[in-house]
């Protein structure tokens, strides 16, 4: 079975993470991490939501071969030196999470 991670870039506010939020640790890094990816099913849910609002969405595929030491800006920093927000999309709570250093760095270029 394949997951998804799905990042928005947005002019003038940066590159965001939407992480599927869960409202318990699901286990070790690379189990929690597979659990915070989206599913397609889930995908054809918010893909067309925000897209509708005009948002720029890349879709990235994860393989469950490949998870080992992966982890999502949110689970990796908690809100520290990170922007996050939670929004509900057709039922599904989704974090978006923006690394407040790199936006800053990404800017001054």
């Not at 991490?33 to 893909?47: D, G, N, P, R, S």
């Amino acid at each position: 079975m394949r997951r998804y991670n799905l990042y928005s870039v947005m002019p003038n506010a940066g590159r965001f993470e939407l992480i599927k939020d869960m409202p318990a640790n699901k286990g070790d890094q690379e189990t929690t991490y597979w659990a915070e990816c989206f599913t397609w099913q889930e995908l054809k849910k918010i893909v067309p939501y925000l897209r509708k609002r005009g948002w720029k969405l890349i879709v990235e595929s994860v393989d469950e071969d490949d998870l080992y030491g992966k982890m999502h800006i949110y689970s990796f920093t908690c809100g520290i030196n990170s922007d996050t927000q939670i929004i509900s999309i057709c039922g599904i709570r989704v974090i978006l999470a923006r690394d407040i250093i790199v936006s800053r760095k990404q800017k001054t270029y």
